[in-house]
């Protein structure tokens, strides 16, 4: 399995995942509810759930660029200047969708687009505070993409949990019942 193989279906699953809950989210808050929810954080000092949901798109999103070796579009500047600005637009969860729904079609369409990428291509990926991590292609999937994406994903599960939106482990991994082995389905 390539990093691009691992990478593009954890993407997929998991963001359609998160499209899900919002979804649900709107369906079970009172009127304006989920809306409030996009600035609702963990703590104090964390991101509230519209930045971890943009953040989580930016993740899979420059991966995709960056394990091709290309020039990042405007619409990763554009996911993370949305983010670090949430607290004073959070935006709406028809927005938030849009940004997943988006991210989804872009990883999708990268698959299909381009080549098997080299597990041992080199990666130097740099960070704004200046630090930079030279690693191989497998490394940056393993270590940095999924770790990071599965940071805001969870802490946008967290979010939407703590605030009230019915969800449980099966709605984190809805993706499993593809291989539900029929007839093992425990009552309810």
Request: proline share 8%; charged share 20%.
């Amino acid at each position: 399995m390539t990093p691009s193989d691992l990478l593009i279906s954890t993407f997929t699953q998991m963001l359609s995942a998160l499209s899900v809950w919002l979804e649900k989210a709107e369906a079970q808050m009172p009127e304006g509810g989920a809306e409030a929810l996009l600035s609702a954080r963990i703590a104090p000092d964390m991101f509230p759930l519209s930045t971890q949901i943009r953040f989580a798109c930016v993740q899979a999103q420059e991966s995709v660029y960056r394990l091709r070796d290309q020039a990042f579009p405007a619409s990763i500047d554009t996911l993370l200047n949305e983010g670090r600005n949430a607290d004073q637009h959070p935006g709406s969860i028809a927005e938030a969708r849009a940004r997943i729904e988006e991210t989804i079609a872009l990883v999708e369409a990268a698959a299909t687009a381009s080549p098997d990428i080299d597990p041992a291509m080199p990666i130097a990926h740099a960070l704004p505070t200046g630090m930079v991590f030279d690693l191989t292609a497998e490394c940056y999937a393993r270590d940095w993409v999924l770790p990071q994406f599965f940071f805001h994903l969870v802490t946008a599960y967290a979010i939407l949990r703590g605030g009230g939106v019915d969800l449980g482990k099966a709605d984190y991994v809805a993706h499993m019942f593809a291989y539900l082995r029929p007839g093992t389905m425990p009552p309810p």
